[in-house]
């Protein structure tokens, strides 16, 4: 299909014509880049103004970092320092430092791929927070400044118009209130007018190897926004192409070139799919959690109006006054053809209502709800509304059709003003912005000359900036963690950063772990965050052998097994190999705790993994079987407390509270050896257990929430052992092996043992570990990790094959004896992904190739 075909159709200028007259290609250009940085500066200080406003971070001691932007996305980018400096236990395939050791490279592919992340390494370590709040600032100037020049592709028109629609589009209710905090996505705002202009690209028959690139960068920077940008930018393709005054052949034409680039740049990006897709498979299940799009319809109308934030959560799809106005306007624009008027409404109406009714959410959301924010998608509908704004304005409305869109803004604000998400900055500040955006267009459309036409502009830019930034602050207030009592800290304090140079001056791996210690600091990532080889991990991709290995050993985890908790527990630290431990004896010292502990690698004797006594299945069983020996006595509980209930099956029933009174106290007693330290697992338990001291909470939730392991304390000498559990109104049992004693001396026999017979030198890699061991040793050696899919290991050189589970830990067979191990880890899914990488390649090879063979 020749150019010539299409051209009349859908290439159009870039230069503007609504304040300046075509003054030559070179001038258009510049113009227009001249607009993509305005929009980029205007976007940027905007929202720094707004923050600024509110005293937020960087601007102020307001936190910004709450909820997983602490927990997650500060620890990883933080990871990312460590390994861009060379200080990281692990790679991009593996990480050592957390949950005991996890595969990385998902995470990694979904969390740290923003471009703009790789920018960490250019700030100190102890101030990875505001590297991260770039990330997020500089993808709002970049989103802005590509959608400033896509609308120039979408439509004729003055460049400096296009910045100022653009700058709604960057500073959108999706970024103001999910996406500044989760710096991945922000790529989403970058893709969406990055793919429009690769479909623009389609239109005119051009550049289909660039447009290949760009998917494929698109999908790597962030595949999960990506894949929502891609098809709402398919979306804007079709409706291009079928309002256009072309036949079906070209249509079909335009099409297949649109469908061969992108299939091609997803082939160039299958690494990141099947790599994250996989993990994503293998990850403990969301399907515990009970997720809803229902949006009241006041509810749903009322996050039009800039500022405005629900709760609970409803899009988030604002875009400023001056394109929600124009967009408002579009049906009255009648310079603008009918049927395209009539195309971009129903468009954007069926994306909003996609996002509410679950079978399209789910499709929106890649076939599943996420557990989280339920519409992360919402940034395409904003991205619609600026093109539709655009398509208006491009063409100059009349009065009449700036009358009928402010006429529909007052009713919108009429029937939502009283709506929960309507603050009073969000009223005030799209009643404001409404007047003044429709009286500076009504003096726009009056055909004022060059420089009463500039004055405007300036005035309109003046607007935009002042009336984003309130809508920014508007939000912020709203979602001020210190109004929801959490704590105004930043993530990395100055107690971490000394935890973490503390950590530092011990470096045991890989011989032993040097961990940060239970719940220390305040992210559920403290590990990555201070540079140990700990148990605390927060991510989407823990999977089942991890979460189940180490719960079935007493191991605490949250939302569904996603996030697990490090325990104070001296069996499950010589299990791991933990030698070292972080405390915090006051809010102004931190203190490194060493400890005897075996080697990373060891070797259980064949038929060393029994339970020695403890009840079949309980922890206390697991655990004897993991390490070898008993070291645990598992006593009958007996109930002190008058008329309690008589112990059934599952245990014994706990007395509930009644009406809003104090919780319920259930006493009970255990006779153990004297001096014998006291563990209670109680993992359904939801109630505070005392024994003497201060209370032990116990915050089960079952399925979504399992309690630690906990140490009540220590046996007294007449080896009476008493502690009461408070319960509130729900019904709850405690099991009946739930109270174990550990004998200290016959653990640290057990120790002494497995560091005797341990390895004799451990090696760890990246991604690898390897060990010698006692010449001829037998039975099974184990890796103080769990067996996440993906690794295989070799005795003495062998084959490779993957290592069994022994109890929750990896496990590799001796046989009849064996000198050495070597094991590796590959991320499942990296083989295939880079197999399709290479058909990407060959495609796009050949297509440039193609032609020079044909000629010659």
């Known amino acids: 299909m020749s150019s010539t075909v299409i051209t009349p159709a859908f290439r159009n200028t870039a230069g503007g014509h609504l304040i300046h007259g075509g003054t ?89 791929t923003n471009p703009f992340s790789w ?75 990055l793919l429009g202009i690769a479909s623009d690209w389609c239109l005119t028959e051009r550049r289909w190897v660039l447009g290949s690139l760009v998917v494929a960068f698109c999908w790597f920077a962030n595949f999960y926004t990506a894949a929502m940008a891609t098809m709402a930018a398919a979306l804007v393709l079709l409706l291009r192409l079928l309002t256009a005054e072309v036949d079906w052949r070209v249509r079909g034409r335009v099409l297949w070139r649109a469908a061969t680039m992108t299939v091609t740049g997803l082939l160039l990006a299958a690494p990141v799919i099947l790599v994250c897709g996989l993990a994503n498979a293998q990850a403990q299940p969301t399907d515990k959690y009970i997720v809803s799009v229902h949006t009241p319809f006041l509810n749903y109308l009322a996050m039009f109006m800039p500022g405005s934030l629900a709760s609970p959560t409803a899009p988030n799809v604002f875009v400023g006054t001056l394109v929600l106005l124009l967009a408002l306007a579009l049906p009255f624009q009648s310079k603008v053809p009918a049927r395209e008027r009539l195309a971009w409404s129903l468009v954007i109406v069926l994306t909003a209502l996609s996002f509410v009714f679950t079978p399209t959410a789910k499709l929106w959301q890649g076939f599943a709800l996420p557990h989280g924010a339920p519409f992360r998608e919402s940034f395409v509908l904003s991205g619609l509304l600026v093109m539709a704004a655009w398509v208006c304005l491009a063409r100059m409305p009349r ?231 008993r070291v645990y006595t598992v006593p009958e509980l007996s109930s002190e407390s008058p008329g309690a ?86 019904a709850q049992v405690l099991p009946a092996d739930a109270l174990a004693c550990l004998d200290v001396p016959a653990f640290d026999a057990v120790v002494r043992q497995l560091r005797e017979t341990g390895a004799t030198r451990v090696r760890a890699g990246g991604h690898s570990v390897s060990a010698d061991l006692p010449k001829g040793s037998v039975g099974t050696a184990v890796v103080a990790t769990t067996v996440p899919p993906g690794w295989t290991c070799s005795v003495d050189g062998g084959a490779a094959r993957p290592p069994v589970s022994h109890h929750g830990l990896m496990g590799v067979p001796l046989g009849h004896g064996a000198d050495r191990i070597a094991c590796t880890y590959v991320p499942p899914g990296l083989k295939a992904g880079l197999a399709g990488s290479g058909i990407g390649v060959l495609a796009v090879a050949g297509v440039l190739l193609l032609p020079r063979l044909r000629r010659r």
Not at 59 to 73: E, M, S, V
Not at 153 to 169: E, I, K, N, Q, T
Not at 666 to 685: D, E, K, S, V
Not at 694 to 715: M, Y
């Open 645 to 730: 209930a008589a112990r059934t099956a599952a245990g014994w029933p706990l007395r509930r509270a009644e009406g809003a009174g104090p919780g319920s106290e259930n006493t009970f007693t255990a006779r153990c050896a004297p001096g014998a330290r006291a563990y209670l697992h109680a993992p359904a338990l939801r109630a505070e257990v005392t024994a003497g001291g201060s209370p032990e909470g116990f915050h089960g939730d079952p399925p979504l929430r399992l309690a630690p392991l906990k140490e009540l304390g220590e046996v007294p000498a007449d080896g009476r052992f008493g502690f009461t559990v408070r319960t509130g109104d729900d």
């Open 24 to 112: 030559g290609r070179d001038a258009g250009r510049r113009r227009g880049a001249l607009a993509s940085l305005m929009a980029a500066l205007l976007s940027m200080t905007a929202y720094c103004a707004g923050l600024a406003a509110h005293g937020t971070f960087p601007f102020g001691p307001a936190p910004r970092a709450d909820n997983d932007l602490r927990h997650q996305y500060v620890p990883f980018h933080t990871y990312l320092w460590d390994f861009q400096h060379g200080d990281v236990q692990g790679d991009l395939f593996f990480n050592w430092e957390s949950g005991y050791g996890v595969g990385f490279l998902g995470d990694f592919l979904t969390y740290l």
């Open 399 to 629: 009065s009449r059709a700036l009358l009928g869109g402010a006429a529909l803004l007052g009713l919108l604000i009429a029937l939502t003003y009283e709506a929960q998400p309507v603050s009073r900055h969000a009223l005030a500040g799209t009643l404001a912005g409404g007047a003044g955006f429709t009286g500076l267009l009504l003096l726009y459309a009056r055909g004022l000359r060059r420089r009463g036409r500039v004055a405007v502009v300036a005035s309109l830019a003046a607007a935009v900036l002042t009336t984003t930034a309130y809508s920014v602050y508007a939000v912020t207030v709203v979602q001020d963690p210190t109004r929801l009592g959490h704590s105004r800290t930043q993530t990395m304090t100055r107690l971490g950063i000394e935890a973490h140079e503390a950590l530092a001056g011990r470096r045991g791996w890989p011989d032993t772990r040097t961990v940060a210690g239970a719940e220390v600091f305040v992210t559920n990532n403290d590990a990555m965050l201070l540079g140990s080889q700990g148990g605390s991990y927060y991510s989407s991709y823990v999977t089942p052998q991890t979460a189940t290995g180490l719960g079935g050993l007493g191991l605490g985890e949250a939302m569904g097994g996603r996030h697990l908790w490090s325990v104070r527990d001296p069996v499950l630290n010589a299990l791991l190999a933990v030698g070292a431990s972080l405390d915090v004896p006051d809010p102004d010292q931190v203190r490194l705790r060493t400890m005897p502990a075996p080697p990373l690698v060891t070797v259980r004797a064949p038929g060393s993994d029994q339970a020695y006594g403890a009840p079949a299945g309980s922890v206390w069983a697991k655990r004897h079987a993991a390490l070898g020996g």
């Open 119 to 193: 920018l960490t390494g250019l700030f100190p370590r102890g101030h990875v927070e505001f590297a991260v709040f770039l990330v997020s600032l500089l993808s709002t100037g970049l989103a802005a400044a590509l959608m400033t020049v896509f609308l120039g592709r979408l439509r004729p028109g003055s460049p400096w118009l296009r910045a100022l629609l653009a700058v709604g589009y960057a500073v959108c209710g999706w970024n103001v209130a999910e996406g500044a905090v989760v710096p991945m996505w922000m790529w989403g705002l970058v893709a969406l007018p």
